[in-house]
């Protein structure tokens, strides 16, 4: 009898902790008080056999380029984000049009990305090692978090790979998936929870707007005649618009980029948060962020620079998970411009 009360007990404590861990698989590693929302199948150093030496060669190579142009970090990250916010983390951001309809790549909010010979040199050298085996989608995952952690000489958050490439992308899919700088707090929420991300997510990724470059025609509509009385944005600090304004006269130009977070662009720190308490966001998608009392108090926590990392993290997690294919669906690109034949 009291070998069966023990017997008992043992199932529900290990009920209990499959149902605590979500995913069943023994927890994240990653001691936070928010847990990360599954890993969409997706494994810790998935090519640990397949392809040993992958993870250190992706972070040879992009530690090697972003030591010499440190830009490297926000455009990697960017291009990491815009993958997994068009169907999934599936490498679709990475295709070249082939045929009639465009690929993602060609969508408006894609124009500005860069940095995608990296991922191709990346790629060239990695096939060299283990042809056929790792996906463009885990290259851009790895090479996004590896970018930006080295100046920290340390991985910043976890990646999780088992990824595998799409075959689609298209430009009209990456027109409605990707946030517009102009959304107002509801629809990047609602944007967001179609992706599976909740409202802790949306503010702490968009801390990655710490580092990298806007073009003023992102932002511009704050600063001329907002609402219609000839004035700036009132969600936006008048001095910080004015500055702003001199960097960004009219007529607009097109060409003319600024840093997001000006005393640190390069640096990726939790400064977003500061400045966005002080009405220095630059997107009306930024500003949103202090419109919705349960966002605004996650911003204020986040302005501890502790918190930030940690909750960053986390939503890197979530968002690398966003849609992915594992298994046998998709492929393993052989060129992350093109489909394999
Ligand atoms: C919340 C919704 C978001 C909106 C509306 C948004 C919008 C934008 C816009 C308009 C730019 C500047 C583009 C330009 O003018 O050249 C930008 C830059 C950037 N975004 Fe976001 N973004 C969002 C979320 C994110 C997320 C989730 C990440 C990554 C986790 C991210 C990372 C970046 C980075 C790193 C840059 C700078 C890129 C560079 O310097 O090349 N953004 N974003």
Known sequence: MKSWFYFLLFLYLIIVSVIVDGDGDGGDGDDEDRPTKGRGGLERNFYRTSCPKAESLIRDITWNRVKNDANLGARLLRI?????????????ILLD?????????EARSNLSLLGFEIIDEIKTEVEKECPGVVSCADIVALAARDTV???FQKSMWDVFTGRRDGRIS??????????SPFANFT????????KNLDINDLVALSGAHTIGVAHCGSFSRRLYNFTGKGDIDPSLDPIYGEQLKKICP????GAITLDMDPQSS?????????????????????????????????????????SFFRAFAISMINMGAIEVLTGTNGE??????????
Request: net charge positive; hydrophobic share 35%.
């Open 149 to 151: 952690s080295y100046p």
């Open 97 to 105: 049009t082939a045929g009639n309809e465009k690929s993602e790549k």
């Open 80 to 92: 990491h984000y815009h993958d997994c916010f068009v169907k999934g983390c599936d490498g679709s």
């Open 250 to 253: 009219l007529p607009i130009n």
């Open 332 to 341: 393993i690109r052989k060129n992350c411009r093109v489909v394999n034949p």
């Open 266 to 306: 390069l640096s990726f720190d939790n400064d977003y948060f500061n400045m966005l308490t002080k009405k220095k966001g630059l997107f009306i998608s930024d500003a949103a962020l202090l419109t919705d009392r349960r966002s605004a108090r996650i911003v204020r926590q986040l302005q501890s620079p502790k």
């Open 170 to 179: 298209l430009e009209s899919d990456a027109n409605v998936h990707l946030p």
């Open 187 to 194: 629809s990047l929420l609602q944007l967001f929870a179609s």
